[in-house]
T-cell receptor
């Protein structure tokens, strides 16, 4: 069974610092990996989607990388701002096809990021 | 932009009441999901639907049912609410990827349910 781990569970950094969030998974047979942001009491907002054939994706100050062989993805945030404070979750979608539509998505429990002004 | 709309942001119900949580997506996505999110437990899948009138149980379907009569709408039903169903409920949709796999996932704003 796929397991997704995000370490650390919480991270506090001063404003302006570059930082890396980690996501590791146990089964490398993934279809895609997605990074989300969640603000307190809200739903999840999709940040970046990396297909299994890709190595990285970029959006603004965010860069996500994927290394299937080592079972790792990182989310790099450049020049962090207080508005980046949120919980960041990763989710992996497996290539296992169940025959009835595959929903094999596994989420990590997230890293809570605090950017201190 | 993809929009997933959950009808109620906050609900307070009493034990034993029947509860309906509605979710509508506007991007013609095949897949729709209901999750619940609890501190320390993360997101857990309740039910999944990959087509109209089709549904599959997720990890924690007990005490819940779902309905998908139209492609854009996926409803979660608590037949008889209990206090342990107090939680944040999140609806999501995604297109079909290749070979029926799950494409990019989009979430609604969430429904915070309190059962007294």
């Amino acid at each position: 069974k796929q397991e997704v781990t995000q370490i650390p569970a919480a991270l506090s950094v001063p404003e302006g610092e570059n930082l890396v969030l980690n996501c590791s998974f146990t089964d490398s047979a993934i279809y895609n990996l997605q990074w989300f942001r969640q603000d307190p009491g809200k739903g999840l907002t999709s940040l970046l989607l990396i297909q299994s054939s890709q190595r990285e994706q970029t959006s603004g100050r965010l860069n996500a990388s994927l290394d299937k062989s080592s079972g790792r993805s990182t989310l790099y945030i450049a020049a962090s701002q207080p508005g980046d404070s949120a919980t960041y979750l990763c989710a992996v979608s497996l290539t296992l096809y169940s025959g009835a539509g595959s929903y094999q998505l596994t989420f990590g429990k997230g890293t809570k990021l605090s950017v201190i002004p | 932009d993809v929009k997933v709309t959950q009808s109620s942001r906050y609900l307070v119900k009493r034990t034993g009441e029947k509860v309906f949580l509605e979710c509508v997506q506007d991007m013609d996505h095949e897949n729709m999901f209901w999750y619940r999110q609890d501190p320390g437990l993360g997101l857990r899948l309740i039910y999944f639907s990959y087509d109209v009138k089709m549904k599959e149980k997720g990890d924690i379907p007990e005490g819940y049912s779902v309905s998908r009569e139209k492609k854009e709408r996926f409803s979660l039903i608590l037949e008889s609410a209990s206090t342990n169903q107090t939680s944040m409920y999140l609806c999501a949709s995604s297109p079909l990827g290749r070979e029926g796999l799950t494409g990019e996932l989009f979430f609604g704003e969430g429904s915070r349910l309190t059962v007294l």
